[in-house]
């Protein structure tokens, strides 16, 4: 029988290289549901008076956000016409960003002309990764870019100008520290659990 990752959802202690992390709960799973429910409320009425909306899923860490987001849309506004694509990117290697963003479809255009896009990401850090994703947006010409993102980290290195005048719808905001789940990874591991935890180094 399996018992890793029951009650608890993450070890309590997770070694990162030579360091050691304790592990926190941060936002249990009943608050990311009841506020991507709320989100979901607001961003249907929000494009249902433009007529519809195009979902574009930055993935890996975006994928259950976006998929909630996208549902609690349709559900709040049924008549909403929602479409989806994704992009896939990446900076991170263990609890640092690289600073390097790698678009893993490579240049490959969004198909976005004269659409109303909505970007959906799991966590705003240095906003290194959108506003790299809204240059590369912009020059296909849609008719609106906003983003959503789950989490929105209070980054101290994030130039304010950063992200221009672009909406920034945020889920929940958190201090400057490491988070795993709902998405969010530690190399490429615990994006299904269910809530989000901190990672704080051990003294
Ligand atoms: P930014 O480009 O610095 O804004 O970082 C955005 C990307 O870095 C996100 O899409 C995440 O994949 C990753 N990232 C940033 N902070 C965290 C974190 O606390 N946990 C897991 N991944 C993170
Ligand atoms: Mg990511």
Do not use: C
Not at 1 to 23: C, F, H, N, Q, W
Not at 107 to 112: A, D, F, K
Not at 190 to 202: C, G, H
Request: overall charge negative; cysteine-free.
């Amino acid at each position: 029988m399996a018992t890793a990752l029951s009650s608890l959802e993450v070890p309590e202690r997770i070694a990162v290289g030579d360091k050691e992390y304790s592990t926190h709960l941060l936002l249990p799973s009943e608050d990311i549901q009841s506020r991507v429910d709320e989100m979901g409320a607001e961003l249907g009425e929000h494009y249902l008076s433009r007529g519809g909306v195009h979902v574009v899923t930055v993935l890996s860490g975006a994928l259950h956000f976006a998929s909630d987001l996208r549902r609690a849309m349709q559900r709040h506004t049924p008549g909403l016409p929602i479409t989806s694509g994704q992009v896939s990117l990446s900076s991170y290697t263990g609890t640092q960003s690289s600073g390097i963003i790698r678009n893993r479809h490579k240049s490959q255009p969004l198909g976005i002309q004269g659409r109303d896009v909505l970007f959906v990401e799991d966590i705003l850090d240095t906003g290194g990764t959108l506003s790299w994703l809204l240059r590369f947006a912009n020059s296909e010409e849609p008719s609106s870019v906003e983003v959503a993102v789950a989490v929105n980290k209070d980054n101290p290195d994030r130039r304010a100008d950063l992200l221009g005048e672009t909406v920034v719808h945020s889920g929940f905001k958190i201090e400057n520290e490491f988070v795993i789940g709902y998405g969010l990874d530690l190399d490429e591991r615990y994006r299904d659990v269910e809530s989000i935890y901190a990672l704080r180094p051990e003294e």
